[in-house]
């Protein structure tokens, strides 16, 4: 499994290794979304930063943007993080951004990512 979840008490951290698939990405997404917790989570947190490829069409990205919409009804606070340097990535998430209903933002290191997931919301 190129990823691992894990909860920091105010939100998920997703940490990626490897080659990322379509589905695998999918299914992380999926875990995280349907954990009870979500609905008090102030952020997610996908670590890219050790992927070291991944195939993810724009149609998959557009996809998985819609996908969250149901999040944010429940939880409007919530946030999305991507940690990565991949301009390819980068681009899809800029994509992604103008379907998805949660607001999308990359960053390149990982404590910048912590502190905009953590800041509240004006």
């Not at 875990?31 to 998959?60: C, F, H, P």
């Amino acid at each position: 499994m190129p990823y691992t979840i894990t909860w920091e008490g105010r939100g998920f951290y997703k940490r990626f290794t490897g080659r990322v698939s379509y589905q695998e990405y999918a299914r992380s997404q999926e875990q995280v979304l349907g954990d009870e917790r979500i609905d008090e989570a102030r952020y997610v947190i996908n670590d890219m930063l050790e992927v070291e490829g991944y195939s993810i069409t724009s149609d998959e990205a557009e996809y998985l943007a819609a996908f969250n919409r149901g999040s944010s009804y429940s939880n409007p606070r919530l946030r999305v993080a991507y940690v990565t340097t991949d301009i390819k990535a980068i681009l899809l998430l800029r994509l992604a951004s103008t379907i998805s209903s949660l607001e999308l933002k990359a960053f390149p290191t990982l404590e910048e990512a912590r502190a905009w997931g953590l800041a509240e919301r004006s």
